[in-house]
């Protein structure tokens, strides 16, 4: 019985192990952070770009009334109805009734 049993054989450990799994959860918390700030900075730059488009949208019918245009569907006072006074008012007004 020179041998020694499989129980208590242990294979002698350099230290690596502990470092090497310090070192991964590191490397996963940074990508992590990275990944983080990433969408972080695409949001707010999402976020900057839509605000901007409706800006623009906002002021594009602006523009439009200082030049006398009139958009598409709408009257040159800036409604879609007649206002009262106009001949066709009347028959906008009883359009729905009684028909």
Known sequence: DDLPSSSST???SDGLDDIDEGII??????ALAGALAFLIYYRNQRQTNHRRGLEGQQQQPQQQQQQGQ???GQQADGGFFPPPGDPGYPQWVAGGVGH
């Open 10 to 12: 242990q294979i002698p």
């Open 25 to 30: 959860e590191y490397l996963i918390i940074i």
């Open 70 to 72: 009139v958009p598409d």
